[in-house]
């Protein structure tokens, strides 16, 4: 499988913990009690999107900039186009 970046934004929840979007996945989001945990759900959840997006023939998004939040790049598995 070939990584793929994308740029993830994680914010404080007001409940408490973290919750995280991914802005060139629309509808990618996900949450965490701490930031280890956070970064990895939603590590998970790129790449059950990413797999949603192989199944329906539709290719990967480019990421756009983005200006908001804290940001890190987070690297996934693709999964392979067949």
């Known amino acids: 499988m070939e ?3 994308y740029t993830v934004v ?3 929840a ?3 913990g973290f919750w995280a ?3 060139a ?3 990618c989001f ?3 009690e701490s930031l280890e945990e956070v970064t990895f759900n939603v590590r998970e959840a790129m ?3 990413l797999e949603s997006l192989v199944r329906e023939g539709v290719p990967f998004p480019v990421e756009k900039r983005v200006r908001k939040g804290y940001t890190m790049p987070i690297e996934v598995r693709a999964p392979r186009i067949v």
């Open 3 to 5: 990584l793929i970046h």
């Open 10 to 12: 994680i914010h404080l």
């Open 14 to 16: 007001r409940e408490g």
């Open 21 to 23: 979007e991914v802005p």
């Open 25 to 27: 996945l629309q509808g």
């Open 30 to 32: 996900s949450q965490g």
């Open 47 to 49: 790449e059950c999107h």
